[in-house]
Antibody
Framework: QVQLKESGPGPVQPSQTLSLTCTVS????????VHWVRQHSGKRLEWMGR???????SYNSVFTSRLSISRDTSKSQVFLKMNSLQTEDTGTYYCARGIFYYHGSPFDYWGQGVMVTVSS | DIVLTQSPALAVSLGQRATISCRASESVRSSVHWYQQKSGQQPKLLIHGASNLVSGVPARFSGSGSGTDFTFTIDPVEADDIATYYCHQSRSDPLTFGSGTKLEIK
């Protein structure tokens, strides 16, 4: 069945770089987009960016200067790297699969999320 | 950016109808989707394209609307429905979410 699972480093210090991995199963990265979404303390969900099925990426301009999303199709993994972390980047980070419909592209499967704490 | 506005909370008695609204700052056609997020869990897709029920989701969940005004309904509400509900637009980047409506039982 379709699954996504995030993994990450745990606590991160301010100004460091965050590296997260989303390992997927049950579908191919060449057929679906994968997105990163973060959530501060159970509050509003914030879309960060995506890697399309063709490997191209697009980002929320709020993060453009410090965010990078990439993938390794052979390992069924999607990567998030974000530099210059601040305490405001503390939150839960989700990867989610995007599915295309004529009327839009919702996220039909989500990972369980990984908690990232930015603290000195 | 397209802003989605939801009321923050709603209290409903068991067996009654719960109606949650989502208003977009500009037209998103039918590209609005609804998610349920229970405490400590990831969001779960319930409705896509404003009114299309995801397979396996109970028929007491429904959605309607187009353009800028959307409605999500649970009828009848059950105890297991306690959660926060988010609308999401995929009409244009950046993709955005409403701030969520927390459903409480009276």
């Amino acid at each position: 069945q379709v699954q996504l699972k995030e993994s990450g480093p745990g606590p991160v210090q301010p100004s460091q770089t965050l590296s997260l991995t989303c390992t997927v199963s049950g579908f191919s990265l060449t057929s679906f987009s994968v997105h990163w979404v973060r959530q501060h303390s159970g509050k509003r969900l914030e879309w960060m960016g995506r890697v399309w099925s063709d490997g191209k990426t697009s980002y929320n301009s709020v993060f453009t200067s410090r965010l990078s999303i990439s993938r390794d199709t052979s390992k069924s993994q999607v990567f998030l790297k974000m530099n210059s972390l601040q305490t405001e980047d503390t939150g839960t980070y989700y990867c989610a699969r995007g599915i295309f419909y004529y009327h839009g592209s919702p996220f039909d499967y989500w990972g369980q999320g990984v908690m990232v704490t930015v603290s000195s | 950016d397209i802003v989605l506005t939801q009321s923050p909370a709603l209290a409903v008695s068991l067996g009654q109808r719960a109606t949650i609204s989502c208003r977009a700052s500009e037209s998103v056609r039918s590209s609005v989707h609804w998610y349920q997020q229970k405490s400590g869990q990831q969001p779960k897709l319930l409705i896509h394209g404003a009114s299309n029920l995801v397979s396996g989701v109970p028929a007491r969940f429904s959605g309607s609307g187009s353009g800028t005004d959307f409605t999500f309904t649970i009828d009848p509400v059950e105890a297991d429905d306690i959660a926060t509900y988010y609308c999401h637009q995929s009409r244009s980047d950046p993709l955005t979410f409403g701030s969520g409506t927390k459903l409480e039982i009276k």
